[in-house]
């Protein structure tokens, strides 16, 4: 193990600071570290692991697909990119799609659409576009991502940032309807229907059903950021219909891969996708063929092993048990699906809490310090939903 860390530390940027263990292997829950010990992986990648890891469907597609043509660009047509298209428009009950690669592309490519349809459909003064995010928000790391966070680490010593950003706060429909108000340039508002980075942060239950009848009522367009709680995380297909409401944009990336490669998507209907014109945006790798035949797969596979359903399932009895452990530095347990989190009361024992998990065969990470986020494989079973409950209860003892 030291020898791997040692040249990632000496010929690699320090831009992360991982978990000491080096991992080798994966199959569907478990991954296992170069000492040969084995983990139940509650990280996913950050949710891009939805369908397990090395799921053999996708892996025979990857081989299939990639021994016919991996990579066309988008200068000429591909036999399995409209295919493609149809899967996804058709599942999420859109028109149109703009494929990409990460999730932050995506959600570039989601702000611009929107820049757009604000001069194009909404008339707006050229160059006074305005998008609108929230507090806390996380999506990526480009100059532009990082110009709409509020988290200082993202954003300090990368300015001069991007201009017509502005920030309300999550949760916050008041506020929200006075910016709405208050400036007549508002082209769009992009959220997360939980915020993941931030904590997993739920909002109230309706919450989202004032966005965006807000939305609708100032011609604002509802980009919801599904990245991470998309494709089954939570409970439901998207985050988004636990409230039976369909966003504008939708922008969905991660798991829309299984963890094999990077995919991402832009989701919205004629009227908003019309504005997009050749030679207006692009991607030499967005929509290759190999990662239109390895997403098709993924969906699919949410589709036939009923993963949405069980992450619910799962989640429920998940949750409900997190919530019996009565332990004094526990702040709250909260979550949706298989996207759960456990707040402590300072970041030490958060943590204390992921190391000893690792040595008790559970791969966990904290987030904003002192929360420690649990999002393992939507394939987990009862069973080691239950046997994880044990480690993690027996873990917080220790502690």
């Known amino acids: 193990m030291r020898r791997f860390i040692h040249k990632e530390l000496l010929y690699g940027a320090q831009n992360y600071n991982p978990i000491k263990v080096c991992l080798v292997s994966g199959k569907d829950i478990f991954v296992t570290d170069s000492e040969s010990r084995e983990y139940i992986d509650f990280i996913s990648a950050y949710s891009a692991v939805n369908q397990g890891h090395c799921h053999p469907r996708l892996l025979d597609v990857l081989q299939s697909q990639s021994k016919n043509l991996t990579l ?35 959600g570039e490519t989601a702000i611009k659409i929107a820049r757009a349809w604000g001069y194009k459909k909404k008339h707006i003064e050229p160059n006074k576009a305005l998008n609108v995010f929230c507090n806390n928000n996380f999506w990526g790391r480009t100059l532009a991502a990082v110009s709409s966070s509020s988290d200082p680490t993202c954003y300090s010593n990368f300015g001069p940032f991007m201009r ?10 008041d506020e929200l309807e006075k910016v709405f108000k208050a400036h007549k340039n508002i082209v769009s508002f992009m959220l997360e229907p939980i915020q993941g980075e931030a904590g997993i942060i739920i909002p109230d239950k309706k919450y989202l059903n004032r966005v965006r009848q ?8 509802m980009i919801a950021d599904e ?25 969905l990336g991660k798991a829309l891969s299984g963890g094999i490669m990077p995919v991402s998507a832009v989701l919205a209907n004629n009227n908003i996708m019309s504005v997009i014109s050749p030679g207006t945006h692009g991607s ?17 596979i949410i589709e036939d092993e009923e993963l949405v359903e069980n992450s619910r399932i799962q989640g429920e009895h998940f949750l409900k048990n997190l919530k019996s ?24 024992t958060a943590n204390n809490l992921s190391k000893i998990l690792l040595q008790n065969g559970i791969l966990a990470k904290t987030t904003q310090d002192n929360v420690l986020r649990l999002s393992p494989p939507l394939t987990i079973t009862r069973d080691y939903i239950d046997i994880s409950l044990d480690i993690i209860h027996d873990s917080l003892k220790a502690i």
Not at 214 to 221: A, H, I, M, S
């Open 72 to 106: 066309s660009s988008r200068a000429v047509h591909n036999s399995v990119l409209g295919e493609y298209m149809e899967k996804i428009c058709t599942v999420f009950d859109y028109e149109k799609v703009l494929p990409m690669n990460t999730g932050v592309e995506a």
């Open 164 to 173: 017509g950003f502005h920030r309300v706060n999550y949760n916050d429909v």
């Open 214 to 221: 807000l939305c609708t009522k100032y011609n604002v367009l």
């Open 227 to 251: 990245v991470q709680t998309g494709l089954g995380r939570t409970g439901k297909m998207l985050s988004c219909d636990y409230n039976n409401i369909k966003p504008d944009i939708l922008v």
């Open 284 to 300: 030499t790798f967005g929509g290759n063929p190999l990662g239109s035949a390895i997403a098709m797969e993924a969906i699919n």
């Open 325 to 348: 452990f009565n332990f004094d530095f526990i702040a709250e347990c909260r979550g949706k699906g298989l996207l759960n989190a456990i707040e402590f009361n300072d970041k030490t």
